[in-house]
């Protein structure tokens, strides 16, 4: 996977086949009624990232939904415009090498699908797959369970850049709420698979860790602070955007690995348009970047 290069024509020619317009809802975008079996975490033994002729330095980035009932409105926003403006803006500003996309929608472990996962993709099929992704909208009240992919990324995805050069990927979890502190045994074994006693989501984000650069974006709906769990599993690396700006989310993933490797934080701030550099130096202000030997750690 992760061949090929993402282009503005492949974007408008799925767009148009998709039939998908400024007016179009999550419920028309998103048309699936059942999540699909190369989705389920249940029947997937590893997603690999990996280089190629077209992308020898790979770099995996982990984009994952919160996609429960309050979250509609972020799925409809990114599959109309933010996919395309992330990777478009990626192949313009160059943050990192080679770049492969996984998307993941993420649920409730009480969910039809707790948590569903496209493969790391370089081109058109990263907005292939999101777009055949179940909208489930289900889900319990906060906090959610993003602890979830964590689990997936520490024990099921395989990276060149990690085996092969120690360098770490990006992973983005997105959403409103608050994380879990532990998952069961039971969700672990009935989700994923797999036989091993209850983690604690500290242990998952220490274990996520070691192959990833852990973000959460948090979308905050008034002036509430970031939510408690993610600021203690996460110190440093827990961003605050305004709801009603969730369209900078691009500018504000991108600006996230651009100053993770070592770019000034007011040539980073300086690219994008004025309405959105407050929003993103606000929400990268308190970013903490550690170094060590061998690069970046968390």
Same mark, same amino acid.
């Given at each position: 996977?992760?061949?090929?290069?993402?282009?503005?024509?492949?974007?408008?020619?799925?767009?148009?086949?998709?039939?998908?317009?400024?007016?179009?809802?999550?419920?028309?975008?998103?048309?699936?009624?059942?999540?699909?079996?190369?989705?389920?975490?249940?029947?997937?033994?590893?997603?690999? /990232?990996?280089?190629?002729?077209?992308?020898?330095?790979?770099?995996?980035?982990? +984009?994952?939904? @919160? %996609? #429960? $009932?309050?979250?509609?409105?972020?799925?409809?926003?990114?599959?109309?415009?933010?996919?395309?403006?992330?990777?478009?803006?990626?192949?313009?500003?160059?943050?990192?090498?080679?770049?492969?996309?996984?998307?993941?929608?993420?649920?409730?472990?009480?969910?039809?699908?707790?948590?569903?996962?496209?493969?790391?993709?370089?081109?058109?099929?990263?907005?292939?797959?999101?777009?055949?992704?179940?909208?489930?909208?289900?889900?319990?009240?906060?906090?959610?369970?993003?602890?979830?992919?964590?689990?997936?990324?520490?024990?099921?995805?395989?990276?060149?850049?990690?085996?092969?050069?120690?360098?770490?990927?990006?992973?983005?979890?997105?959403?409103? /709420?608050?994380?879990?502190?532990?998952?069961?045994?039971?969700?672990?074994?009935? +989700?994923?698979? @797999? %036989? #091993? $006693?209850?983690?604690?989501?500290?242990?998952?984000?220490?274990?996520?860790?070691?192959?990833?650069?852990?973000?959460?974006?948090?979308?905050?709906?008034?002036?509430?602070?970031?939510?408690?769990?993610?600021?203690?599993?996460?110190?440093?690396?827990?961003?605050?955007?305004?709801?009603?700006?969730?369209?900078?989310?691009?500018?504000?993933?991108?600006?996230?690995?651009?100053?993770?490797?070592?770019?000034?934080?007011?040539?980073?701030?300086?690219?994008?348009?004025?309405?959105?550099?407050?929003?993103?130096?606000?929400?990268?202000?308190?970013?903490?970047?550690?170094?060590?030997?061998?690069?970046?750690?968390?």
């Amino acid at each position: 996977m992760g061949r090929g290069s993402y282009t503005s024509a492949d974007w408008s020619k799925l767009k148009k086949s998709s039939k998908i317009t400024e007016d179009s809802t999550a419920s028309q975008i998103f048309a699936a009624k059942k999540m699909e079996e190369r989705f389920n975490p249940l029947y997937i033994n590893v997603r690999e /990232a990996r280089d190629s002729d077209d992308h020898p330095n790979s770099t995996p980035i982990i +984009i994952g939904l @919160d %996609t #429960t $009932g309050s979250m509609g409105y972020l799925s409809e926003e990114i599959a109309k415009n933010g996919l395309h403006e992330t990777m478009m803006k990626i192949y313009a500003t160059n943050p990192v090498e080679d770049p492969q996309m996984m998307f993941a929608a993420i649920g409730d472990v009480v969910d039809q699908a707790p948590l569903q996962v496209t493969q790391f993709e370089s081109d058109i099929r990263i907005a292939e797959q999101l777009l055949a992704l179940w909208l489930e909208g289900a889900g319990a009240d906060s906090p959610e369970d993003f602890e979830l992919l964590w689990y997936f990324a520490a024990k099921h995805i395989r990276t060149d850049a990690f085996e092969k050069r120690n360098q770490k990927g990006y992973l983005f979890t997105i959403g409103d /709420a608050d994380c879990h502190m532990k998952l069961s045994k039971e969700n672990i074994k009935s +989700i994923f698979g @797999d %036989t #091993t $006693g209850e983690l604690t989501s500290a242990q998952l984000a220490k274990m996520a860790g070691e192959k990833f650069e852990l973000f959460h974006i948090h979308i905050r709906s008034g002036v509430e602070t970031a939510p408690m769990g993610f600021s203690q599993l996460l110190p440093g690396r827990v961003l605050t955007i305004p709801r009603t700006c969730v369209k900078y989310i691009p500018e504000l993933i991108i600006s996230t690995m651009e100053l993770m490797n070592g770019k000034d934080m007011e040539e980073v701030i300086a690219q994008w348009s004025e309405l959105s550099q407050p929003i993103v130096r606000n929400a990268v202000k308190d970013l903490v970047i550690k170094r060590g030997k061998k690069g970046f750690f968390f």
